[in-house]
Every structure is written in structure tokens, then in C-alpha cells.
């Protein structure tokens, strides 16, 4: 059997029909910053390296676990007790190994103010709510549109421009005003609370999770759930968003962004305000009474 040396051209020759080659060319020169490279972000990474960007900055916290097997695209066994970002760049160079890649661990936070502006465009794949504070208020400050999700039991993209709403303002955090660093655990907790709470309002993500494990989750009792199609699909969608961008195709999602519903193919876009208001008001109240059981 012949062994194969690689080629860019070869590797992208298949995405043509759906860009063209100066799209591809502009695509292997864009630069992609992904803090997060475990679920959504890992799905992220491994669809936007195979569609051949050409450079991406990733980090992460952790190593990956036994539990990370069931949706990280970039988990196994070898890579268990490594760290994400480093198991992911090696993975990442088996596909296309003129890649270039920059790791970092947690220090990523301190070098966010130099990162970004050499960066084309921002996809969150963490979920540190104080981390995406910071995130949030650095693409604005240096004009970089961020891709983002909820977390959400169903499949979300968002499409945050330079001068679109932070995520903190348009749900209410209690970060608003507040140094990044000095956000709290009590108030990581109410972020999550306060985006689970626009979810069940805009979504029928409720229809489809056991609402018992949801309340654990906004109580801070349990880990996050997650199931590996609805974290690929999540992953897949962001990275499509992101080549969007990239190629100043317009694909109509904004900043609210959009729920993908699987389980009844059909997309769920974020209710009008006369009608978000009151579901708003009973999900509150539900949220309130199962987190107390």
C-alpha cells in the first residue's frame, strides 16, 4: 500500500461546489480563537479544521476524563489525563499538519486584550460565566463578532456582532458593572439560572430533559448534562456560523440566535416580547419551586 503525502489542495478538494477556490483560500488564511475545546468546542474546532482554517489559537482548563467519552469529539482513551487543548492540537496536526496551532492553559483569561485582535473571530466553547464576561466585553472592545450557544438540552447558535447587546445585559446578570475577576460563585450560579430561565421561555427544551435534573443543575447540585448529538449538532452549527462570517455570507442569525429542534426538525427562534413576558414569569416561578425541592 503507497503512503500518501499530505496536500492542502487535496485535503479541501471535495468543498468545492460549496465554496469556491478564492472562498477556500480565504479560509486557510483566517485565524479562529476557541477558548473551550472539550464538547461544543471541540466539534467546533474539528469541523472548522477539516473545512481548512488555516490558524487557530485553542485553550482550556482541564485534562480530559472517562466521563468526557460520551460527546468530546477529541476524548478516548489515550487522551485521558491530558490536557484538552494539547490532546486536541495533536489530533488536530494528524489531520492537516500545516495547521498552525497555539495552546495555552488557563493564562488564556490574561491574554485575552492580545489574542483577539490577531484573531478574525471568537467561538466560545467554555462555560465559565465570569471567563465569558470577559470574553464578551473584549470582542466588543477590539470589533470581533463572537459565535456563542446557550446552554441549552437543545441544539443553539448565536451570531454576537461588535455592537450587538453582551449576553450579561440582554439576560440580566448580575455581572453588569462588575470586574470579571471579581465575579463570585454566587453570581456564576445566578448567571446560569438566569440563562436557564430564557431557554425553558424561548425553547420547548423542557418537553424533551427531565425538568428534575434540569433544577439540580440550576441549583448548582449536579454537573451539566449533556448528550453527544445535541453537543456535535450545538458544535457543527457554530462552526458553520463561523464560516459564514469568515466568508461575509449572511445567514440571518443574529445575536438572539436560534434552538434547533431534533426531536421535531423544526428550528425555534426567540418568542416576541408580548408573549416571552408572561411564559417568562411562570418559568421563574417553576425554576424557583423545583430548585427548592
Sequence with gaps: MTQETFSYEEMTTRNFGFVDAAEQQKLRNSSV??????????????????????????????????????????????????HKAKAAAREAKGINPGVEIAVLGGEWTEQLEEIVPNHDILVNGMD??????????????HRRT?????????????????????????????????????????????????????????????????????????AGRRSRFSFSTMVTLAGTMMAQEAVHHLLGRNSGTDYRGYFFNPHEVRVERPLPWLLAAPKAILVRRFLKKMMAQ
Excluded at 465559565?128 to 464578551?136: E, F, P, R
Design 128 to 141: 465559565d460565566a465570569a471567563a465569558g464576561v470577559h470574553l464578551y466585553r473584549c470582542a466588543a472592545k
Design 33 to 82: 480563537f476557541i477558548p473551550g475545546v472539550g464538547g461544543m468546542g471541540g466539534a467546533v474546532f474539528m469541523a472548522l479544521l477539516r473545512a481548512g482554517i488555516g490558524r487557530f489559537t485553542i485553550a482550556d482548563l482541564d485534562g480530559f476524563e472517562v466521563s468526557n467519552l460520551n460527546r468530546q469529539l477529541f476524548a478516548n482513551m489515550d487522551s485521558v489525563g491530558v
Design 146 to 218: 463572537l459565535i456563542d450557544a446557550y446552554a441549552s438540552p437543545l441544539p443553539s447558535v448565536t451570531v454576537v456582532g461588535p455592537d450587538d447587546p453582551r449576553l450579561e445585559e440582554r439576560l440580566g446578570y448580575p455581572t453588569v458593572g462588575v470586574d470579571w475577576k471579581d465575579v463570585t460563585d454566587d453570581m456564576r450560579n445566578e448567571c446560569l439560572v438566569r440563562e436557564i430561565e430564557y431557554v425553558l421561555t424561548h425553547s420547548s427544551s423542557h418537553k424533551h430533559v427531565d425538568l428534575d435534573v434540569a433544577a439540580d443543575v440550576a
